[in-house]
């Protein structure tokens, strides 16, 4: 692998307009959101700056998608809210070291898998239950933030608690605050619905006026910051404001990590590592296929993992592919991830020489832009296209979101994933096996349920749709022990391999128990179409070698066979010599 | 469901005497073998026995196996001893009752998984990984129970700390404790090996000697207590006995079950569940098959539930089907689960009358049969066979086993979950996909890769030999997405769907997405041999919608359409306006 990312080697000159315009938007988007997911996460908003710098430079040398927006965002926050206000008081310095810590386990376990080439694990989780988790997060998220447009004190363990403890805060509402909040709230969903149509109305091309209503929430920043400051509601009304922020770049170096912490931090950075990849996936392989490119599961672990170290070694918190940033960075025309090294860098000034900016930007602002873009995430379309199409998948989705909103993020995505495993394992025990009869006349063989074959009197056929392992030989087991239970002269059970590319360890020895027990009912197992290399391994056990003579190379060959077996007047017993 | 099980409802008297003959002989082997595995869990004597009554008696009322013996069993003694140990002192009250919630926790899931017919979560373990489990178990049993062997104290939290402090102990051996039980140790394994065919030398029937050399333990047990008795080795050279044993028979009562309690048990109690039916239904249906009988998941899993309940309500701990007596209880002729019953009456009989018979027994004697016992559980056989056929099978087992005796059960157990779950979704996320071309002059499409066929110009024909779900689509996409970018003059690819039983929402999604892309790409989605039921639901689907006029009934149909397509002179675009 050569050190230099290929986007490097073949850059050319006409790609540099596109990634300079879409590094720069991205940064005026990134600048909110990242102040707005360290207060989502508990965590300074210098913070969230830090992990909007060498995260993203760090994802651009080993990530593979090309206009993937990586930084802080709002589930992944919320998932470092949960896993760490049990251990450390919110926006202590025990709190920020423990951040760091999540991040450098999370980015660990991500570099691990990639190097073991374990992208697939992205597939323990469905899609229903995806988007039953992030809606979940979205509605605790969205609850969690209403007290900072109230101006009140309120959090609750969960959402009811939480609302509980809003009504009773809500008589000590700060008006000026709610004013602001409000405001801004209004402001961002107008924004969102129709500041678009409204520019292209007013003449500007569509796609400027999509990205110009995407920083909105921008410019609801520096317009709030700018009357805070001007009228100092702060010290009038008691609005509560970001304040001094930490001018400079972050010091880098390693977070002291204490076997402790690993022990109460290695499962949620697991979640954190299994829901980022698989968001972060989803996002750059649909923006990718837009533009006929590709990326690569395992290289897309590196590169979030290095982004994940960088983070923690930057004073950061976990970090992802964000979905909101992808998509106007990839419609700003970035080409590369050069597009991503520019935010970095406009990051690092900003964070260098303008901290004393965010000042007077009311915490208000930030409540109100994290509640419009995670409220957006609330995916009501899937929940109504999967209750159309597949009750169980919808099933899935509620019970993942109800999981999330009544137990918090961690229990909620468990159940999530023990609800797609738990279909995975149930789908798997239930193979598509059928017993197969000779069409009339022919070689071919079919489904004797949905065809007008013939059969051989004393053979059963049963053809398994699926390769034989673990979670559903049993069922295999069953359907023969059913079907020779209901025909007691039967002489000869034959398996058809044609569907089976592999038989584990478990199956195998499903397969010689029953043979065993076939034979001491006077009944002998066969085989037809077994592929080259299942024979092959099959041949050296001890099963393969009782099997001799009794494997065809097609169903017609064993029809054959028994059909001359059963009508050969001195040998009507299925005991095989050989 | 009738309330009397079929067995009584059809009850023949020429069952009668190998029921009752099974039901003496394995209460000769209960007897032992309870006191010892309570023994194991850290429990009172009489605990065991109690679990010997009520359970037995649950299952045959429920249970579908004839000859399962269920009862106190090695590795789920040594789960209950590692779940409660952080939280009571092994033998107070308070670990007795902690014992019954567990048994209690453990049959409520069993029972409710029986209704819920959730037998199939067995296949959440593969065969190599309930292999490597027993003997990664065998090896911390036998180890933990060499102090009582040496007659000193020692108890290290994993077997290399139990190892070290066995080592410090060795010292302060009491030496006629080592006598009573090394000389157990060598007696029971001289039986194992030799006294079945030296008893048949002597003329007797080979199935007698066999199931008279099982019942050694009970002549060490005998031979040992009336020499400690004899000569009062307990108070003479400070030999450990098992001393007072309540009689009377059990209190019924639910056990006091608080929220902490629960909280802290739910999870050992799954665990138990899983492994204790996974163990008992392979027992059941290997003994099973023998006799040409059946069993039935949904049903062992309540049988083995209330028993459960029952032990938990008359103080006993989590019991299941035991391997050795179960096949006892088979060779010496049970027919019925009235064996178990007579069993179950015999142990009343035992507990209401004869517990100062164990007075004296001494507690390296019980040690000595769970080492022989255990040590026999450990499989390097199917080590040994899972080398040779699959070697990722065989570093299942081995990781396994190293988890048990590096880590304790519990986490040895989630890793073998852990790893067979990361198996299935790994294979699942590996179908099989072939490209098809059409066999020269005929109606039949064949794997290019392996069949002399023709191929359509402009045509890309995938099979995918897998219902579609959501751990595979993304690999269909990967192909489709490849084979596209190789052959850049693609106008359509066709999906032959004749191996698809069902598309879930998660791939319907990935397929929707696809569709549009390629559309994007002038390129247009073909599909053929949809399945009846699969295509019925689909049409009720956006993607349905959008592909109407292009579902073909057979391969050769889509070809044909293509290949018209291509040589109409008027109409070479993909675009189809139906």
Same mark, same amino acid.
């Given at each position: ?247 400079? $770049? %972050?010091?880098?170096? &390693?977070?002291?990590?204490?076997? =402790? *912490? +690993?022990? /109460? #931090?290695?499962?949620?950075?697991? @979640? ?88 007077? $930007? %009311?915490?208000?602002? &930030?409540?109100?832009?994290?509640? =419009? *873009? +995670?409220? /957006? #995430?609330?995916?009501?379309?899937? @929940? ?99 079907? =020779? *239970? ?8 034959? @398996? ?83």
């Amino acid at each position: 692998m050569n050190l230099v990312p290929g986007w490097i080697r073949t850059y050319q000159k006409s790609w540099l307009s596109g990634d300079l315009i879409a590094g720069v938007i991205v940064t005026v988007m990134l600048i909110p959101q990242s102040l707005a997911y360290a207060l989502l996460a508990g965590l300074p908003p210098e913070v969230g700056l830090y992990a909007s710098i060498l995260p993203i430079i760090a994802y651009a040398m080993l990530g593979s998608s090309m206009t993937l927006a990586v930084g802080p965002v709002a589930v992944a926050s919320l998932m470092t809210a949960s896993a760490l206000q049990p251990l450390a008081t919110a926006g202590s310095p025990d709190y920020v070291a423990l951040a760091m810590v999540l991040s450098l386990l999370s980015g660990g376990m991500l570099l691990l898998f990639g190097v073991l080439r374990l992208g697939f694990l992205a597939h323990f989780l469905s899609h229903p239950v995806i988007s039953g988790f992030i809606s979940g997060s979205a509605v605790l998220i969205a609850v969690g933030q209403v007290k900072h447009l109230l101006g009140v004190k309120a959090g609750g363990s969960d959402v009811l608690d939480t609302l509980v403890q809003l009504v009773h805060a809500l008589p000590g509402t700060n008006l000026v605050t709610l004013g602001i909040g409000a405001g801004s709230v209004l402001f961002l969903v107008l924004a969102r619905r129709s500041l678009s149509p409204w520019l292209v109305r007013l003449g500007t091309p569509p796609r400027l006026a999509d990205i110009a209503a995407k920083l909105a929430p921008m410019l609801a920043v520096v317009v709030s910051t700018a009357l805070v400051a001007a009228v100092r509601w702060d010290q009038s009304a008691g609005v509560s404001i970001v304040g001094a922020v930490p001018q400079g $770049l %972050p010091q880098l170096g &390693l977070p002291s990590v204490s076997l =402790v *912490a +690993v022990g /109460s #931090l290695w499962l949620p950075a697991l @979640l954190i590592s299994l829901v980022g990849f698989v968001e972060s996936v989803s996002v750059a392989q649909s923006l990718a296929l837009k533009r006929h490119q590709r990326i690569q599961p395992n290289r897309e672990l590196l590169g979030l993992g290095a982004a994940n170290v960088a983070s923690a070694l930057s004073g950061g918190f976990p970090v992802t592919g964000g979905f909101a940033r992808s998509v106007v960075n990839f419609a700003a025309g970035a080409n590369t991830p050069l597009a991503g090294v520019i935010s970095a860098g406009l990051m690092g000034v900003v964070i260098a020489v303008l901290t004393g900016l965010f000042h007077y $930007l %009311p915490h208000a602002v &930030l409540a109100a832009t994290i509640i =419009v *873009a +995670v409220v /957006s #995430l609330i995916d009501i379309q899937t @929940l109504r296209e999967a209750w159309r199409y597949d009750k169980a998948d919808a099933m899935s989705l509620l019970a993942t979101a109800g999981g999330v909103i009544a137990f918090g993020v961690e229990v909620g995505i468990l159940m999530g994933v023990a609800l797609s495993l738990g279909t995975l394992v149930w789908r798997s025990s239930h193979p598509h096996i059928a017993v197969v009869g000779r069409v009339p006349g022919t070689e071919h063989f079919r489904n004797v349920a949905r065809h007008a074959v013939t059969t051989e009197p004393g053979l059963i056929a049963v053809r398994v749709d699926e390769s034989l392992y673990f979670a559903n030989s049993d069922a295999l087991l069953d359907t023969v022990e059913s079907l =020779v *239970a209901a025909q007691p002269d039967t002489h000869y059970v034959l @398996l058809v391999c044609s569907a089976i590319n592999q038989i584990d360890t478990t199956a195998l020895g499903v397969l010689s128990d029953l043979e065993r027990s076939l034979a001491q009912r006077g009944m002998a197992l066969l085989l037809a179409e077994v592929k080259g290399p299942v024979l092959d391994r099959l041949q050296n056990t001890p099963l393969g070698q009782r099997l001799e003579g009794r494997v065809f190379l097609s169903t017609h060959a064993a029809f054959d066979f028994a059909h001359r077996r059963a009508t050969a007047p001195s040998n009507p017993s299925p005991s095989l010599a050989r």
